[in-house]
């Protein structure tokens, strides 16, 4: 069955505090992997998507990375707007498949000044 | 910046009424999505609809669901007699190949 887990459950930092978040997956056939940003009583927010293993994207003070079997988001710097909850989401199946994003718990990030 | 819209921003429904959440998804896209998040809970993938008919649903959607696209350009979920369980934010999304799957605001769905 496909899976994903998302790890801290909530984080605390320190404005400029740098850190990660992970997601660890276990999917048939990963097409893709994404990470949202969630806020309270908002739709999630595109920040990337991830194919292949070894990919890296950067936003910002944001930079995903790609293995096998996990992805870690991680946050250089960071203000107290990127407070949020960032959720991880994968993506499984070619062609005939729909393409249904299968998500996370997500982390919830507090940034304090 | 393209988006997807949904109304209403919230709804108010008695146990057992009939309510239709809507949803204009980008316009060249061609998979369409409703999931929901239940208070606390992660998002949850409830349907998938393509080339005008449904491709794939949860064990959520039941029959008390229908999803519909009445034209070119919106995309309703029905609820035709909701429980208290049916409280949740439902969020439609749309997606298309080569492109990121982008979600709407959500509506926040109150069954009292």
């Known amino acids: 069955e496909d899976q994903v887990t998302q790890s801290p459950e909530a984080l605390r930092l320190q404005e400029g505090e740098s850190s990660s978040l992970n997601c660890s997956y276990t999917v048939s056939g990963l097409r893709g992997l994404f990470w949202y940003r969630q806020d309270p009583g908002k739709g999630p927010e595109f920040l990337f998507t991830l194919y292949s293993a070894g990919e890296e994207k950067e936003k910002e003070r944001l930079k995903a990375t790609l293995t096998k079997k996990e992805s870690f988001l991680h946050i250089t710097a960071p203000k107290p707007e990127d407070s949020a909850t960032y959720l991880c989401a994968v993506q499984a199946g070619y062609g005939g498949a729909t393409n249904k994003l299968i998500f996370g718990t997500g982390t919830l990030l507090a940034v304090q000044p | 910046e393209p988006e997807v819209t949904q109304t209403p921003s919230h709804q108010v429904t008695q146990m057992g009424q009939e309510v239709i959440l809507r949803c204009v998804p980008i316009?060249?896209?061609?998979?369409f999505y409703w999931y929901r998040q239940i208070l606390g809970q992660k998002v949850e993938f409830l349907v998938s609809?393509?080339?005008?008919?449904?491709?794939?649903k949860s064990e959520i959607f039941d029959d008390q669901f229908s999803v519909e696209r009445p034209d070119g350009s919106n995309f309703t979920l029905k609820i035709r007699s909701t429980k208290l369980e049916d409280s949740a934010m439902y969020f439609c999304a749309s997606w298309d190949w080569n492109t990121e799957a982008f979600f709407g605001q959500g509506t926040r769905l109150t069954v009292v």
């Open positions: 609809f393509y080339n005008n008919e449904i491709s794939e």
């Open positions: 316009s060249n896209h061609l998979y």
